[in-house]
């Protein structure tokens, strides 16, 4: 914490001193536009006096100059601000545990993934928002993408090698002053369809630009320029005359490529503020350096010979931006009556995209990793006692003193779970109990290890398998099925993967929309099933008879449970994990106490 209060109180007198800079532009344009005013004024009413006419074009300069500087410092005003926001959001969240307001994820929710729902990890309050830090578009997907994805042992300490790289001190205000730029990005997926869809278009990929027309345009974009100085210089009418010969012709060549001109640029919309946004970013990883080999392994997909991605997307930029002026009429004539400059641009874009066109989504892609990689590290450094779990190949799953994540640390219990001896445990207790709890915390510290991130633990060693769950079901209207119905196709998913892969499977209270008794013998045959399979894992359930499985399968399968109790008048939960079956009932006592039954003498 202390950090981010020494970031915020640097950035807030960062902010201090742009603001009085700004000031003292607007006072210097202010006055500089004035004196060019005056002077102008003073030149047209005394032609002969050529000292007006250099004051005002000083002046003038003076203005331009200005303009740059006020552009650039505010920029840099927002990016302070924006490092502001994050330290003041990351300092709120620590004492308050009330998340900021990043985007929830929920246009990534997929009822169809096998655990992605049913742990949900996106959505208000989720897992998803609990870590995303991310503003792009790439970003969030990128996110998104590795909650759902199971990744080897490789590939998931080459993640973790990036995200302690990531949440060293020395990194933290280099990740806080990419995340400010980030923050200014504003793209959508529209936007970046569009982007793909012209990055990737064959159309008119291999039509070259008629050379006669190309060399022509050359004088064509020199010349009127050159004529109207020698007009003025030597009074010539013949001059002239050819000066508006080639405006004309300009213009006319303007004519032949509008619908080309016009096409490119509905392309884009605007495109080019997202890209300079990008830009920025690329320069900021490629002028990092790292020691991790998976970020170096990213930053190597910036380099494209002698030129960088920065620099060639930073060119894509500024053609996208001067196309887009096309649609200023008045601005388009005058332009591209001297220099033909919408003519030029077009030539420019189809010739950058014929070189790197396939590179684009690809660069924007290593963006978004390091969005990726940048939340968990930012949820890594705010949850310093959450421990990295060693990876093995050896099938054991171990947590000591594991918690769900969401919890706050004062109202967290934590349990230490091992699947070393059996690979499948029964659990048992009465509802409130804890038992759907402790399988989310399994479940979604399963999903962050995959990610190479710490997870709620003092100690954990996970082998990377497949992660399946059935917890929550819902009627499906649109498909005409029944939550039974729903349940039991999920049962079958589960039932098909376990017999090509070992996988690891959490199942919370299954086939409850059927009787006691089929219910008993459905759960039983289902995990005999996949125990035949070498499958891992928990069952939740009611059903003790469920629990007698142990002693069919005394090296697989083993019982635990959360037991209750009544103290003084109440019910108590300790949600700690015991050996055996549970042996507590709470239905009774509740229904007496809220009085939906008349008390048993």
Known sequence: MNFYETFLEENKQLSTEIKKKI??????????????????????????????LITSLFTIVIFGVLIYFNNKFKWKARVINNKIKINEEELHYLTTNELPMYDDGSSYEDHSHPYAYDLDIFGRHSIYQFINRASSYFGKKNLAKAFLTNNDKERIESLQESIKTLSKKENTK???????????????????????AWCLSKENLDEKPNQFFKQISIISSIAPLALLIAYYVFSIDRLLDLFYLFFFFNLGYLGRNLKKIRLQSDYFNQAYKVLKRYALLLQKIESKSFKSHYLVQQQAKLKEGKSSAFEELSILAKNIQTLDSFH?????????????????????????????????????????????????AT????????????????????????GHPLLPSHNRVSNTISFEQHAFVILTGSNMSGKSTFLRSIGINLVLSHMGAPICCTKASVHPMRLLVSMRHSDSLADGDSYFLAEVKKLKTISDVVKSERCFVLLDEILRGTNSDDKVAGSIAVIKNILSHRTMGIIATHDLKVCELEKDYPSEMTNFCFESKIEKGDLYFDYQLKKGICSSKSASFLLEKYEVVPKIN
Request: charged fraction near 20%; aromatic fraction near 16%; charge should be negative.
């Open 174 to 196: 280099w990740r806080q002053d990419f995340a400010a730029v980030a923050m200014e990005i504003n793209d959508t997926e529209e936007k970046i369809s569009q982007l793909k």
């Open 23 to 52: 000031q003292a532009i607007f006072w210097g344009r202010l006055i500089s536009s004035g004196i060019a005013f005056f002077s102008i004024y003073n030149f047209i009413e005394s032609p002969d006096d050529v000292a007006w």
């Open 379 to 402: 949820y890594a450094v705010n949850h310093p006692n959450y421990q990295f779990p060693s990876i093995n190949q050896e099938h054991e799953i171990l947590f000591e003193n594991m």
């Open 328 to 376: 200023n009429i008045i601005g388009a004539i005058i332009f591209n009556g001297f220099f033909l400059t919408h003519i030029k641009t077009l030539y420019s874009l189809h010739a950058w995209r014929i070189k790197h066109g396939e590179n684009v989504i690809k660069w924007l892609e290593v963006v978004g990793e390091f969005e990726m990689l940048h939340s968990i």
